[in-house]
């Protein structure tokens, strides 16, 4: 076939769709203005405080939102008196008793000033979403490790853009955006979950498309499942990790 | 047809692919570790800050990566002595000199103490990605408008979340991660641009999928186009908005 | 993080949702069927004849369903005693009155016995799905050209997977399954269209989504259309390609 | 923010990416000219006669190609001296002894002139992509079920378009082209199978996306897997269907 593009020019320049509106485009802006529903009204909280809306999950005050992974018994963790929880090595994972779906969440934790071990033993925790799905928490101030396990990873499955720790001792925040994964009713997996992660306020996981549940050996493979807890590790090797200011914005 | 499922229920405890490994799965831990390439080590600002790799469009001290966006002449707009910009009305939109494509964006900006006018008219700019795509800044409080173009919508398109302003006078963040759209060779819409905003630190724009450029009447249409710079606008009517600390960390 | 398989095996021998059926899964063969709508019934054609609920756009006995594309005026292609037509060399394409979306397409053609011509100067013809989407037809026999332009090709977009022509002077069929592409209000491609083709029988193209109009110089660009006619090439060329047996059923 | 039409409209006329091409594109037609690789000859079978580059899994002559599904021995089905085969009640069901993927098949089946039975109960059986998605065979003539367990339905999953048998008695032609699904190599699905069906040349099943294995109770659920055999139903009751000219291309 054979098409002048002399032609096709001038038949352009009259017809045009972009040039001209679409038939049944709207000519005045009134056309286009939306005033239903209202949006909400939000206080935001200064310096990642929790804004008005906010679950808080964590303030320092105690563990009522929180049992032990395990067994579903009180939390064996250490309450500090400044606000924040510090992981007790060997007492197990701990979780939320409600169950999330997708979320905000806004998490802060630091690793001991006064390191101790070497790669993946020096401060190792992590953040579970839906007690599947991990970001890591490490110290990786000089202290090297595989870099899908260093800290800001989805664990195994994306490395993160950039390592965006504070000093060790100081406090880092998390500012998560988790889409859960969506299931057909028969349990195939119709759209993958999703996390975005600022570490300090630089952007280091970029609406990641998570592959399924992390894992420690082999390939990760989706199981359906509905909503469930927030978890943090007991990686039982020198967690010694503390954490404070939990809060979560449900999304669904 | 018919399937018995017990008989499938025998088979699957013995045979099921999600019991067992799939074939030529990795058994151990190391087989899924990657150490290449390291990620880059970035120092973190405090409270909005410019983080180490960022690039800084304003920091207070003058106009260098700007232009005005009608002429391409000098900035007309006000620089403060307390290291913000204020819109000067009827003077022009302002845009930076580089282009950028993908980015993360730090920016902040406030409304007079002080209110003057009505609905779209008190203190109406916006910010515009690649000359395009806008989100609205627009003072709120106690002041009502269409919700599609209220403080944080993609204008037109994409009501926020949550109206999540601080106080007229004081200063509000945006933290925006944004993608550009891709185009084919010839020119068709192949992946369109996203957005997620933060404001103050809360959700209000969640990987929305924008449909074109920002509008003031009829439909958003997409044109293929490059990189293009960042631009503030001057709406030329009671625009009296501040800028300050603006950054952006490019992505692609 | 780590993980033991061990525990997990007994874990989904236990608790799988693979094994066990999902919570509200129906247990009763009743409560999958569906009894409504019920489709329609067809009369299926043989060798090729139309179905009944086929409409039948040419078979031989006139040109009642077409104009000329260049005037709307009648047709000026030969009709044959044989019951089909042929291109009638700078008399122009001719197009159907009716304007189509998606469809399923029969259509029957052949090239003289006696060649004439190399290239793409051998009985050189076409089929365009709305005026816009050509399916080359060309006497490829003994006779090579560039493959994106052989025929059965989505004209310079897509290599028909084989060369699956008849002898010069024999039938060759086209069954095509096409569906149109879809556009956003404001203009923008949402789904381009598809398309697939049996060339004798034989699948040349496997839903293959079109790239845009296609194009002799240039890549291709969607512009927005609605439903738009079927239209056949008079190439100016040798054309002397002849068509018979064309049916078509809508599918929206 | 406001866009003024006129200027646009100006703007566009000078500058627009759809008059004016984009920048690099060709001018030339020999720049969009592709010559490699070329697709192979095929000589067309003609009225479901097997293509030259056809795998022929039955064309009258005996079952080496196939074995029956339960225990892998010989097909008991009946070998017709017309050169089809019948289904033999109660004896199970036979498989080919090859594994596919994706492929284009052809397969003829009829139902006995003289009817038997009612509902499922009337000359049943089906065609099982790899083992596991199953098009309904079925003689419908007179004779209603339930609408997705029809002739043509992917069975419990998809409607077909039309009922488009012949009477009962005479041969029907089943055309089909099918996508096996893409797993990840943890096995999430990654695609969905897809299927296109013609009934005696009338599209019935338009590029369906299928949801996991064709079951008759409860949802469907896919399991990861490779290539399978194809499979002929005995479905124990009334199944006295006859087969002929089966014959598959292979398109991974």
Redesign the interface.
């Known amino acids: 076939?054979?098409?002048y593009?002399s032609t096709l020019?001038i038949f352009?320049?009259v017809f045009?769709?972009?040039?001209f509106?679409?038939e049944?485009?709207?000519?005045?802006?009134e056309?286009?203005?939306?005033?239903?529903?209202?949006?909400?009204?939000?206080?935001?909280?200064k310096?990642?405080a929790p804004?008005s809306?906010a679950l808080v999950l964590f303030d320092g005050s105690d563990f009522d939102e929180w049992i032990s992974s395990g067994d579903s018994t009180a939390v064996k963790w250490h309450l500090n008196k400044d606000g924040s929880m510090t992981v007790k090595d060997k007492t197990g994972n701990i979780q939320t008793k409600r169950n999330f779906g997708s979320f905000?969440l806004?998490i802060e934790w630091s690793s001991p000033a006064e390191t101790q071990g070497e790669g993946q033993s020096r401060a190792n925790s992590?953040v579970?979403m839906q007690k599947r799905y991990?970001i890591?928490v490490l110290d990786n101030n000089n202290n090297?490790t595989?870099?899908?396990?260093?800290v800001g990873s989805l664990?195994?499955q994306s490395?993160?853009?950039?390592?965006?720790s504070?000093p060790s001792g100081e406090w880092n925040s998390y500012?998560i955006?988790f889409h859960a994964p969506k299931f057909?009713?028969?349990?195939?997996?119709e759209e993958?979950a999703?996390i975005?992660v600022?570490?300090?306020?630089?952007?280091?996981q970029?609406?990641f498309e998570i592959?399924?549940p992390?894992?420690?050996?082999?390939?990760?493979?989706?199981?359906?499942?509905g909503k469930a807890p927030l978890e943090l590790?007991d990686?039982r090797d020198n967690s010694r990790v503390s954490y404070r200011n939990i809060w979560v914005?449900e999304?669904d």
């Open positions: 076939m054979k098409l593009k020019l352009l320049l045009s769709s972009s040039v509106a679409q049944g485009e709207p000519t005045k802006p056309a286009t203005e939306t005033y239903k529903p209202v949006p909400p009204k939000v206080v935001p909280g310096n990642g804004p809306d905000q806004h992590g579970f991990e890591q090297s595989y870099v899908n396990g260093q664990y195994k490395v993160p853009m950039a390592m965006a504070v500012d955006i057909s009713k028969g349990g195939n997996l993958p999703t975005t600022l570490h300090n306020g630089v952007l280091i970029d609406h592959e399924g992390s894992e420690y050996i082999g390939w990760p493979k989706y199981e359906p499942h590790q990686h914005r999304l």
